[in-house]
């Protein structure tokens, strides 16, 4: 069967289904596709990454100018100026003592550098039994192999074959069974507790209030790394500058992406607190930690990230996020009462509208296409429609999204 995009063989989407919509520009909040419509993006992008919006200039100016000046030099045993001011960019904002950055090309190859930064830890410090994970049902971490044998949705590890040793999923937001199974496991077999703040790509579940707090102070008592994932929720999704700040939680290592350059060029980070940095430093000048990526730090990928927070800064944006946040909850449970949703979740700019059916994702992919046909672009996923816009979305354009998608669904019910 002849694939409908040719050459292009494209993420999580079938080859062989209808030729999928082709998005050629943006500009601001709104994308345009090669048929002429222009969209009102309820996604950032797709997958909640472009938060300032599209067609932002000046990030594209400083990006060519460094281009111009400095293409490229690795961060093997070298520095550049701009990976060096980033790295102090974020570390100045992250919570706590969360200051020493390792600069990725992905929330996946973050993910998988925290990874190997818990296990290498444990080994540093002379406790190499400490090799396994413990996540959440639901959770999402990349899909590197790491990334698919800690998270949560099983799809993802389907067809795959054999994933890493020692990983294990609880019922998201369960502490006793979080406790239980670090007990039934055995501490001094466990690197680290993983887990989104809010979890987005398994369908936007916010923990209840305390929880992390709980899961901080359990690793803890039992000498267990804790990581927060916060590829989504990172640089300003949940009003804050992190989840860590939104829920009073300080992780050994934090994850992120996505928002670090709002998708410009590509680029994550794992960022280790002070303790787990110090336990790889050899005075004697050995290389401590084993790992990196070609394109660690790039210069293009920095000058992107520094910009987006002077960005971040300069327009209030976290703070927009916050408000805008919640007038997006306040709206978007409006939709609660029709027949045809099952329940409606969300925290900050983030927002999930489950929908009751047996088999849900046809219904799904019918909403979805019909709230594009009218001017918004909301993400089909399996049995919910996601809505997590740029963080330059005005009230105004929260109310387009929730009443479109409130006449559709309601056209459905």
Known sequence: ??????????????????????????????????????????????????????????????????????????????SHPRARELAEAVADRTPGDLNHVFFTNSGSEAVETAM???????????????????????????????????G??????????????????????????????????????????????????????PPPEGYLSKVRAMCDRNDVLLVLDEVVC????????????RYGVVPDIMTVAKGLTSAYVPMGA????????????????????????????????CVAGLKVIEILERESLVDHSLQTGRHLQERIHSLDSLPVVAEVRGEGMLAAVELAAESPEPLVAEAQRRIQAAGVLVR??????????PFTFTATEVDQVVDTAGAVLGELS
């Open 270 to 301: 794992a960022i280790a607190s002070s303790r787990i940095h110090e336990g790889f430093v050899d005075p004697e000048g050995s290389i401590e930690l084993m790992h990196g990526y070609t394109y660690s730090g790039h210069p293009a990928a």
């Open 116 to 150: 190997k930064i818990a296990r290498g830890y444990w080994r540093r410090v002379g406790q190499g039994s400490k090799t396994g994970f413990v996540s959440l049902h639901r959770g999402y971490h990349g899909m590197n192999f790491g990334g698919i044998s800690v």
């Open 1 to 78: 069967m002849s694939s409908t995009t040719g050459a292009l063989w494209m993420p999580f989407t079938s080859a062989g289904g209808s030729r999928p919509p082709v998005v050629v520009a943006g500009d601001g909040n709104y994308v345009m596709t090669d048929d002429g419509s222009r969209l009102l993006d309820a996604t950032a992008g797709g997958v909640a990454c472009v938060i300032l919006g599209h067609g932002r200039a000046e990030i594209a100016d400083a990006v060519a100018e460094q281009l111009r000046t400095l293409e490229y030099q690795c961060l093997f045993g070298y």
């Open 380 to 389: 089909a996923q399996a049995d919910h429609l996601g809505i997590y816009p």
């Open 234 to 245: 990172g640089f300003g999704r949940l009003g804050h500058w992190f989840g860590g700040h």
């Open 152 to 205: 949560g949705l099983t799809e993802n590890r389907a067809g795959f074959g054999p994933l890493l040793e020692g990983c294990s999923q609880v019922p998201a937001h369960d502490i006793d069974a979080l406790e239980q199974e670090l007990a039934y496991r055995d501490p001094s077999t466990i690197a680290a507790v993983i887990m989104e703040p809010v979890q987005a790509a398994g369908g936007v579940y």
